[in-house]
C-alpha cells in the first residue's frame, strides 16, 4: 500500500511539472505566435502593435518570411525581409527573447493584398520624406551660399577698406565735407529724378575743389532675401551711382573711391520695421577733403 502511494504521488508530481512548465517557459524562450500591424522597422527589430500589446519583433537568416500562394494558399514563396514595412498586417511565431515582449522571430507570414496596402500608405508618406530631405539639401545649399557670400562679402568690404586707406593716405588726414544718401525701392537699383538731382548737387559741390578730395561710394541691402542676392543687389546700387556721377555729373574716375558691395552690413535701422528697411536700400555717398584743404575754406 506505501508504495502504492508513492508512486502515485511520484506521477501527480509529475503532472504538475509538466503543467507548470509552459508559464515557466513563456517568460524566457517559451513559444508566441500572434498577428498585428508593423508600426515601426529599425533595423532588424520591428515593432508590432496585437490585440495583446506591442510586441518588440527581432529578425535574423533563420526567419522565415513567406506570404501563401494559389488558391488554396497551401503553398508559400519566401520573401526578402525587405518586404516588412509599417502598415503591412502579419503573423508571426517564435520564442520569446530576454526583454518583456520582445520575440525572436522563426517564421513570419503575411497576404499579398495587405503588402499592397502597406506600399500604398508608404507611397503616401514617401512624398512627405522627400520632401524633407530636400527641404535639408536646400536648407544646407543656402547656407552654403550664405557662408560664401558673407565671405566674400569680407573680402569685398576688406579690398574696399583696403583701397579707400591708400586712396586716403595719398590725399592726407581727411575729413567728411559733406553727404548724401540714396534711397531705393525693394529689390530695385534704377535712381529716380529726385536722387539724381541730389547726386547732381553734392557732384557740383565736389568740383569747386582744385584737389584734395574724393567722392566714397557705399551701397547696402535690407535683410529680405539671401546674403547672396542682397550683396549682389547692394552692388549694383553702388555702380548705378557711380555710373551717374561719371556720366552726367562730370567726376573723374581718379577721385570715385572704389565702390563698396556692403550687403546686409551696417544697417542704418532696424530690419524689424518696414520703415528701418526702407532705410537700409541706400547708397551713401560721402565728399572726403584734405583735412588742410578742408581747413582752408
Known sequence: MFSRRIAMTTCLIAVLALAVAPAFGAATGGKVKNKGVITL?????????????????????????????????????????????????????????????????????FDEDDLSLAEVIQAGLNPTAQQQAQNMQTYAANKAATDAALAANKANIDEVASSTKKRFSEMGEVVTKDQYTVLFANGQYSLSQEYKDGLAKIAKEALTYNKGWALSVAGYADSVGTAASNQVLSKQRAQAVVAYLLQDCGIPVGRIVAPGAMGESNPAASNESASGRAENRRVDVKLLLNKGVAGAN
Not at 495583446?52 to 494559389?70: A, C, L, R, W, Y
Not at 511565431?93 to 507570414?109: S, W, Y
Open 41 to 109: 522597422r529599425t533595423g532588424d527589430t520591428l515593432t508590432v502593435k496585437t490585440s495583446e500589446g506591442v510586441f518588440m519583433v527581432t529578425i535574423n537568416s533563420d526567419t522565415k518570411i513567406q506570404h501563401p500562394v494559389g488558391l488554396t494558399g497551401m503553398r508559400k514563396k519566401d520573401d526578402s525581409p525587405d518586404v516588412l514595412i509599417p502598415g503591412l498586417r502579419m503573423k508571426f511565431e517564435g520564442v520569446n527573447g530576454d526583454q518583456e515582449n520582445q520575440v525572436i522571430a522563426n517564421t513570419i507570414t
